[in-house]
């Protein structure tokens, strides 16, 4: 597949180096344009691209920015993305460490991923919002195997939702569907599936168990 990601932090950078690996074409950008990026393209073939090209074509784009950074992408970002292409994100509001306060999440109660799906204007699936990066390179195993990992995922669109779910599973992951996106607090920072890198059965007891409510280090 042709993939585009935007932001080459640490999980963008080794999302390219999986997805390079199993052969897809990954365009990647960062803000501060491609000439940054000549190591990441010399380890791993990817194409280093300016932001507002890194979607042509693609038939996923990932999104994997700070979660303040997303209004400030450039306009129609996504056009020239293939038709039906999934939009993943992978944000997280740190208002106290980065992003300040967003009155929309906490005085109007929209989940992370549901005020990042109105800033980038296209349905989203939210994923590796709570993987430690290294754990892209590290934990991938066959299906089947006792020891793989399930991810959570969320989103409203369930071709969208497919299409990640097949993503994973060629990267080495298995899958836990944590619901829409008005469901996916449960995966927000200080949840109890934030960071766990477990089986399919915790993942799920997991996100039972999230409370919706806030937890006061990750308050404005």
């Known amino acids: 597949m042709k993939i585009g990601i935007i932001g080459a932090g640490h999980i963008g950078?080794?999302?390219?180096?999986?997805?390079?690996?199993?052969?897809?074409d990954v365009s990647v950008a960062n803000s501060r344009g491609p000439e940054t990026l000549h190591a990441l393209v010399?380890?791993?073939?990817?194409?280093?691209?300016?932001?507002?090209?890194?979607?042509?074509?693609?038939?996923?784009?990932?999104?994997?920015?700070?979660?303040?950074k997303a209004p400030d992408l450039p306009a129609g970002v996504l056009d020239g993305a293939a038709d039906g292409f999934t939009l993943i994100e992978t944000l997280n509001y740190y208002p106290q460490q980065r992003d300040g306060r967003i009155a929309a999440i906490e005085d109007e109660g929209l989940t992370e991923s549901r005020w990042t799906e109105r800033q980038l204007g296209h349905p989203v699936v939210k994923v590796f919002n709570g993987t430690y990066a290294?754990?892209?390179?590290?934990?991938?195993?066959?299906?089947?195997?006792?020891?793989?990992?399930?991810?959570?995922?969320?989103?409203?669109?369930?071709?969208?939702?497919?299409?990640?779910?097949?993503?994973?599973?060629?990267l080495g992951f298995d899958t836990v569907d944590a619901g829409g996106l008005d469901e996916s607090w449960?995966?927000?920072?200080?949840?109890?599936?934030?960071?766990?890198?477990?089986?399919?059965?915790?993942?799920?007891?997991?996100?039972?168990?999230?409370?919706?409510?806030?937890?006061?280090?990750?308050?404005?």
């Open 13 to 24: 950078g080794n999302l390219t180096r999986r997805l390079t690996a199993l052969g897809h």
């Open 42 to 68: 010399e380890e791993t073939g990817a194409t280093a691209v300016p932001v507002s090209e890194a979607a042509r074509g693609a038939e996923i784009v990932v999104v994997t920015i700070p979660l303040k």
């Open 134 to 170: 290294q754990d892209i390179l590290d934990k991938p195993r066959p299906a089947g195997a006792a020891d793989r990992v399930a991810l959570p995922i969320a989103g409203d669109d369930e071709a969208a939702k497919k299409a990640v779910r097949s993503l994973l599973d060629e």
């Open 186 to 220: 449960r995966q927000q920072p200080g949840t109890p599936v934030y960071g766990l890198a477990a089986g399919t059965d915790a993942v799920v007891a997991a996100l039972a168990a999230a409370s919706p409510t806030r937890p006061p280090e990750f308050r404005g």
